[in-house]
Nanobody, 115 residues
Framework: QVQLVESGGGSVQSGGSLRLSCAAT????????MNWYRQAPGKQRDWVAG???????NYVESVKGRFTISRDNDKETVYLQMNRLKPEDTAVYYC?????????WGQGTQVTVSS
């Protein structure tokens, strides 16, 4: 059974940093595009960053220059390094694995940024 397990969330002050991890099991990790989404209370789930199977990364404009997505195919893990965090980054962050014909989600990890 495919599982995506996020970790690394927590509470930090504005300007701080966190590193999220998402470990995948039971998928051929290297062929999947991996994404991070986030959902703030009362809002829809929004895409934050993605990295293709070949390692090309993209970001939503609001996190460019502050967040970095990376992947380690040997460890079957995707990361999201978040620097210079802002209160508006507060949300539950979800890992997503996507490929034609299939998509999988993790359970999410809470990130709270206080001012």
């Amino acid at each position: 059974q495919v599982q995506l397990v996020e970790s690394g969330g927590g509470s930090v002050q504005s300007g701080g940093s966190l590193r999220l991890s998402c470990a995948a099991t039971d998928i051929i990790f290297s062929i999947y595009a991996m994404n991070w989404y986030r959902q703030a209370p009362g809002k829809q789930r929004d895409w934050v960053a993605g990295i293709t199977s070949s390692g090309s990364a993209n970001y939503v404009e609001s996190v460019k220059g502050r967040f970095t997505i990376s992947r380690d195919n040997d460890k079957e893990t995707v990361y999201l390094q978040m620097n210079r965090l802002k209160p508006e980054d507060t949300a539950v962050y979800y890992c997503n694995a996507a490929r034609n014909g299939g998509t999988y989600w993790g359970q999410g990890t809470q990130v709270t940024v206080s001012s």
